[in-house]
């Protein structure tokens, strides 16, 4: 064997069933690879189980809330524990989608229109007079798509905020931009072939688009010119270096019937399923599943030793 490797999976947010299903793809590959591995939910016996199995690194699989925004980066950080993926500023800001937003106009990157929405004052807020409907209204700091709708009516915007205020503090509301979503990877400072997504039966890439089977069709590399495609790889670079990102991340981006691009996000720990992008954005490039799983490993393992020589 190689060595020990704890895979930390599941958890408390909404994306649980996402995260294990992830966490169970890196099990199998990293298995393959010779490691002896074990897998660990993130809830309260987290770090008693974590020291009893005394591994070199923990690969994170979590997803959403508690695992990718730089909750679990901070205690495996408190522990001296190496782990893959982006470090605790670059999740916190990563999983806030205002604080994005804000990065990103403020380096002049395009991104939609937006305003951010509060329940804790117990009343719902009113329809943005700045915005424009329909509106794409989102929670502040999920990923997966979960919570998202596009608001066309005020009717419609009424339910929504009934219905998001039941679990959540912050909502942001952005301006629905009309056109071809796309998403691009990074993989160590190089960015990946661009995937075009094309949801099957859904208005928009949601939830279900992206999990169900047969939710929708991805084309990577995406059937578009070399200067779009450029264009996009550029920003996602930008977005990642931006945020202060490291070993991969995946940006999210819609494009106009005339060709101008917008940002929506960037996922600071993009799922590694059967049916998630980046796995397939790096196949395209030449590199298989279990590749990228050992790179993302020999990444961490270093940035361990090299804490190691510094201490």
């Known amino acids: 064997m190689k060595g020990r490797i704890v895979v930390v999976m599941g958890g408390p947010s909404s994306e649980r069933e996402v995260s294990i299903a992830t966490g169970n793809g890196v099990m199998r590959a990293l298995e393959r690879l010779g490691y002896e591995v074990r897998s660990l939910d993130f809830d309260a016996r987290f770090v008693d189980a974590l ?19 730089g909750t679990i980066q901070g205690i495996l950080e408190w ?17 806030d989608k205002h604080l994005t937003k804000k990065l990103l106009s403020a ?73 071809r979503e796309f998403s691009c990877g990074v993989l160590f400072e190089q960015a990946l072939p661009v995937v075009e997504i094309l949801p099957q039966g859904h208005e928009f890439y949601t939830f279900d688009a992206k999990y169900a089977a047969g939710g929708s069709r991805h084309e990577v590399p995406a059937q578009i010119d070399s200067d779009l495609s450029q264009r996009l790889q550029m920003l996602a670079l930008s977005t990642h270096r931006l945020i202060g990102l490291r070993d991969y991340s995946r940006t999210d981006i819609i494009v106009t019937r005339e060709g101008r691009p917008y940002i929506l996000e960037i996922n600071a720990l993009p799922g590694l399923t059967p049916a998630s992008l980046l796995p397939e954005e790096c196949a395209a490039s030449g590199v298989a599943y279990d590749e990228l799983i050992a790179r993302l490993v020999r990444a961490a393992l270093d940035r361990g030793r090299t804490l190691v020589d510094v201490g």
């Open 51 to 69: 020291r009893e199995f005394a591994p070199e690194l923990v690969f994170n699989a979590l997803h959403g809330p508690g695992g990718e925004d």
């Open 79 to 95: 522990m001296g524990m190496p782990y893959t993926g982006s470090d605790v500023r670059g999740c916190a800001l990563a999983m």
């Open 107 to 179: 380096e002049g990157l395009p991104t939609p229109a937006w305003d951010t929405f509060d329940f804790e004052g117990g009343t719902l807020p009113l329809l943005p007079g700045s915005l424009n409907l329909p509106l794409v209204v989102k929670p502040r700091n999920e990923g997966s798509s979960t919570g998202v709708r596009i608001v066309h009516t005020h009717e419609e915007w009424s339910r929504a905020m009934i219905e998001l205020s039941e679990a959540r503090s912050s909502i942001l509301a952005e301006e629905f931009i009309a056109g």
